[in-house]
């Protein structure tokens, strides 16, 4: 993927890829996250599967049809995709290379194939794994919300299993344990990777040149 470069700014955004097995608090820590950096733009996937809940069309997902999935999809238009738990997602490649480059900070909800796919055109962007605190700990978060059948409970936990054996090339693990410990170590990796001199590549020389 072609590092692009906001002139005006000379700064990219910064790719925050937050990956977990289901149940972990993903969604939990990325509503903090997202609220305290309201700026923060976020990678509005395609999917298969059907809307769920309160879920609007353009804002949680993108919802296609298989048959469109696969002709965008046959047409370059995704940074990466994947087929998981039987509905395909991918991310639309577009958007992305626009809000990098001017210069805004993206936030990517995808599985570990997808984010694996995304490393290799996208290195410069920071891979965070979450990490349930045990499985005994997980599966009991799975079952608390309430919103899983028993089948999906033990295939969350079967997935769960193969995701953190695959889990050993992230940027960063983060064990959500304790909620606020958790979120520190997020908000910190996040700030940490803002100070990346790959983000603002000309800001040593403007010092230097006033
Ligand atoms: P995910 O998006 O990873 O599937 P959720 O954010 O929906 O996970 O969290 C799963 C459940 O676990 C929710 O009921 C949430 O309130 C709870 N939860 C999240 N983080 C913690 C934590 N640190 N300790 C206890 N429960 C948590
Ligand atoms: P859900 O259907 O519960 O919203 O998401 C199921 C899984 O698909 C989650 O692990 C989520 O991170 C992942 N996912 C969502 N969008 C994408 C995407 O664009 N690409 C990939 N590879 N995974 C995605």
């Not at 950096?37 to 599967?49: D, E, I, K, L």
């Not at 900070?105 to 996208?122: E, K, R, Y």
């Not at 799975?142 to 409970?153: K, M």
């Amino acid at each position: 993927m072609p590092d692009t470069c906001d002139q005006a700014t000379l700064r990219f955004g910064v790719p925050l890829i937050i990956c977990a097995p289901s149940g972990t608090g993903k969604t939990t820590l990325v509503q903090r996250l997202r609220q305290e950096f309201p700026n923060f733009a976020y990678s509005v996937s395609c999917t298969t599967r059907a809307p769920r809940g309160q879920e609007v069309d353009g804002k949680d997902y993108h919802f296609l049809s298989v048959e469109e999935f696969l002709r965008r999809r046959d047409a370059g238009a995704f940074a990466e995709w994947a087929n998981v738990h039987g509905n395909y997602y991918g991310t639309p490649l577009g958007p992305v290379l626009d809000t990098l480059k001017a210069g805004r900070d993206l936030l990517f909800d995808i599985d570990v194939q997808g984010a694996a796919q995304l490393h290799l055109s996208l290195p410069r962007g920071v891979y965070v794994f979450l990490l349930p605190p045990s499985m005994s700990e997980l599966e009991r978060r799975l079952r608390g919300r309430g919103t899983d059948e028993e089948a999906s409970i033990a295939r969350r936990l079967a997935n769960a299993d193969a995701e953190i054996r695959q889990a050993h090339w992230f940027d960063a693990w983060i064990v959500n344990d304790d909620l606020d410990a958790a979120y520190d170590h997020l908000r910190a990796v996040y700030l940490a990777a803002t100070l990346n001199p790959a983000h603002r590549p000309a800001l040593a020389l403007s010092i230097l040149e006033g």
